[in-house]
């Protein structure tokens, strides 16, 4: 969230200072869920894939003819000179290109990236004639073919974990017909290793791998909606687990008596009290779930948006419905992470999981929504939205009379912006040239945007400035706002934490990557730090920044990106920009800690940070 002085809601008054100044893939072969570090194990980051970019000759690959690596014109390589071109010949052809790689042991983390570019003569926007197949081992990652043809490179991203100790061959097999050439051009492999040895089980997050399903309709204004959700899930931890909790965040928007959100006729297990606020529900299973065992939960669930340009609220015609929906709480080594609701920040912490979400709306309402979304004709004067998101830490929609318009990023990221009455089309048009501009910077720092379409919401009425969701933002017409909210795409969506906890880990890094993606240096911005007291620090929980909530942007967002800068200038540009590339794609759908990413940071540079991680109060 990027914040903005607030304006008084049902008359509560929170306020907050202005600002400082100011990664892909297709679905991974293995989403096992992250885990906290081990205290003891030690694992050596490494890269595996030798002369990934092509730059050293054709040594150690192996290609099916001479021409497949290679500098010659007609092509471009992504970096450096040489790339390798399979087919693109127009006539009956296969190129293969192979290499033998040792993953391994020790590590929690493995990744495989390239970036690929495909360009065709095929014209037809339905049938796949030339394919390009990514394989590891026997298993096959991906299949590429003429319908994914772009202007550029975009980089895909492998979670290749489950292969660790062994020696595979990374394989890339191109098939061309008869007729009308499809290159498809390699560039830049690497298979990345990083994160410590598994910590025992006890410590693991769960549950693990949840898919939520969904159908809801909604009243005729789109302010109400009432159906049913399930959620399916895995205990990945050694220890039984004998009960669940869902989160009802939004239930802080209203009281305990008139909750916004409301679960009833639980299968699956019996609903306990609500707690924390009414913001937690405790569901005891129906048995205890042993380690790899899964099981389904489900209930009826009731939304009621209250009135207000909230992150969840309406606004006149125009309903804004973020953290609605019950998600399942995170069990660790610390035990149930059952934290408050903060207006301030965020506490929304949760493991990325599926989401399919069906909408049943009146046709006048037009339904942005996480995720990729389809819709289809339903009863009279209605239409039913079906979004489907993958991976991704929450569900957010909206439903209202929005104007909406579209376009395609230079790498091939679809953008809607959707705007309330009163956005004048010069302000939605700009918003979305940025959208595209910020989509594509984020990607070619830290990976390769993975969620397919991106929405953004804009209504200056916002008192919270901006807000993100995965795939899903709501903003005000502002350049800035939405190009932070677009990098929470990656520290907080695609790079998850502990918001409630660790809100630095997001706020800092994605004030950080707006910097850069507008040029800022951050030179100098250390020198303006004036700490408030001794106990303040950029790692500060919100519990902290809710009691100091007129520090909060000031040290978290300024102090927090000033000290990324100049980790920057101790490590040099082109490490750091190395480190944040790597750190992401090691905790792509993961959860990273202040711990991961100080011992990533050491990593990469042969300096002390000791005395850096003191001066800048980064603890943990």
């Given at each position: 969230m990027?914040p ?13 200072a202005?600002l ?7 679905t991974?072969v ?6 906290a570090p ?17 730059e ?10 001479s ?10 390589a992504h970096?450096?000179?040489?790339f390798?071109?399979l ?8 190129d293969?290109?192979?290499q033998?790689v040792?993953?391994?042991a ?6 495989l990236?390239f ?7 095929e014209?037809t926007s339905?049938?796949a004639y ?7 081992g026997s ?8 319908l994914?043809?772009a202007s550029g ?5 492998f ?16 098939t061309?017909?008869s007729s009308l ?12 290793t ?5 910590p ?26 009432t159906?049913?959700e399930s959620?399916?899930?895995t ?5 039984a687990?004998g009960?669940v ?5 939004d239930?802080?928007h209203g ?8 679960v009833?006729?639980?299968t699956?297990?019996t ?8 913001t937690?529900l405790?569901i ?11 099981t ?12 207000g ?7 006149g015609?125009f309903?804004?419905?973020g953290?609605?929906l019950?998600?399942l709480?995170v069990?660790?080594a ?11 920040g ?8 599926d989401f399919?979400v ?6 006048s309402?037009l ?11 339903g009863?009279?004067?209605?239409t039913v939205?079906t ?6 830490r929450?569900?957010a929609?909206a ?7 579209s376009?395609?990023?230079p ?7 959707y ?12 918003m ?11 990607a070619a720092?830290?990976?390769a945007y ?7 919401v804009i209504?200056n009425?916002f008192?919270?400035g ?5 795939g899903f ?6 350049t ?5 909210e677009i990098?929470?795409q ?9 918001e ?15 910097d850069?993606a507008?040029?800022?240096?951050g030179a100098n911005?250390?020198?303006s730090?004036?700490?408030a007291s ?5 790692t ?11 520090r ?18 101790v490590?040099?540009?082109?490490a ?15 959860v ?13 540079t ?9 001066t800048?109060r980064?603890?943990g």
């Amino acid at each position: 969230m990027r914040p903005t002085p607030r304006k008084a809601i049902a008359a509560r008054v929170l306020a907050v200072a202005a600002l400082a100044a100011a990664f892909l893939p297709s679905t991974p072969v293995a989403a096992a869920p992250h885990t906290a570090p081990a205290a003891a194990a030690a694992c050596t980051p490494a890269q595996v894939v030798a002369n990934g970019g092509f730059e050293s000759g054709t040594s150690p690959w192996t290609q099916s003819s001479s021409s497949v690596i290679t500098s010659r014109s007609g092509q471009t390589a992504h970096g450096g000179g040489s790339f390798a071109w399979l087919d693109g010949t127009g006539g009956t052809r296969t190129d293969t290109l192979s290499q033998s790689v040792t993953i391994p042991a020790g590590c929690s983390s493995a990744s495989l990236t390239f970036w690929l570019h495909i360009d065709t003569a095929e014209t037809t926007s339905s049938t796949a004639y030339d394919k390009l197949t990514a394989k590891i081992g026997s298993t096959t990652l991906a299949t590429y073919s003429n319908l994914n043809k772009a202007s550029g490179y975009a980089q895909k991203s492998f979670d290749v974990s489950a292969f660790a100790g062994q020696t595979v061959t990374v394989a890339f097999t191109g098939t061309e017909d008869s007729s009308l050439q499809t290159s498809f051009v390699l560039d830049d492999i690497a298979l990345n290793t990083s994160g410590d040895t598994a910590p025992p089980a006890d410590g693991t997050r769960t549950p693990a791998a949840p898919a939520y399903t969904v159908s809801l309709s909604s009243n005729t204004a789109g302010t109400v909606w009432t159906g049913h959700e399930s959620a399916t899930f895995t205990n990945a931890s050694a220890t039984a687990l004998g009960e669940v909790y869902l989160r009802l965040w939004d239930n802080y928007h209203g009281t305990c008596s008139a909750p916004p959100i409301t679960v009833s006729n639980v299968t699956g297990g019996t609903a306990g009290a609500l707690s924390v606020a009414c913001t937690a529900l405790k569901i005891t299973l129906a048995s205890p779930l042993a380690q790899g065992q899964s099981t389904t939960i489900g209930f009826d669930l009731g939304i009621t948006v209250p009135s207000g340009a909230d992150r969840f609220g309406y606004d006149g015609a125009f309903s804004f419905i973020g953290n609605a929906l019950p998600v399942l709480a995170v069990k660790d080594a610390a035990g149930w992470h059952l934290d408050p609701y903060t207006n301030n920040g965020e506490s929304f912490y949760s493991l990325a999981a599926d989401f399919k979400v069906t909408l049943d709306h009146p046709t006048s309402l037009l339904v942005p929504a996480t995720g990729t979304s389809v819709d289809t004709p339903g009863s009279s004067g209605r239409t039913v939205t079906t979004a489907t998101a993958s991976k991704v830490r929450d569900f957010a929609w909206a439903a209202g009379p929005f104007s909406k318009i579209s376009g395609t990023s230079p790498a091939g990221t679809t953008v809607n912006v959707y705007s309330v009455s009163g956005i004048s089309s010069a302000n939605a048009q700009s918003m979305l040239t940025t959208a595209k501009s910020a989509v594509d910077a984020h990607a070619a720092r830290f990976g390769a945007y993975p969620y397919g379409e991106l929405d953004a919401v804009i209504d200056n009425n916002f008192w919270f400035g901006g807000m993100e969701y995965p795939g899903f933002v709501l903003d005000l017409v502002s350049t800035t706002a939405l190009t932070h909210e677009i990098a929470h795409q990656w520290f907080y969506g695609i790079v998850g934490d502990d918001e409630y906890n660790n809100p630095w880990l997001d706020e800092s890094f994605t004030d950080y990557a707006t910097d850069l993606a507008q040029n800022k240096t951050g030179a100098n911005c250390w020198n303006s730090v004036s700490w408030a007291s001794s106990a303040e620090k950029i790692t500060n929980s919100m519990a902290y920044w809710d009691a100091h909530s007129s520090r909060y942007s000031t040290v978290v967002y300024g102090y927090g990106k000033c000290a990324l800068h100049d980790l920057r200038r101790v490590l040099g540009d082109t490490a750091m920009a190395k480190l944040l590339k790597d750190y992401a794609t090691s905790h792509w759908y993961g959860v990273s800690t202040t711990a991961e990413f100080k011992a990533a940071a050491q990593a990469a540079t042969t300096t002390d940070l000791t005395s850096f991680w003191t001066t800048h109060r980064i603890e943990g």
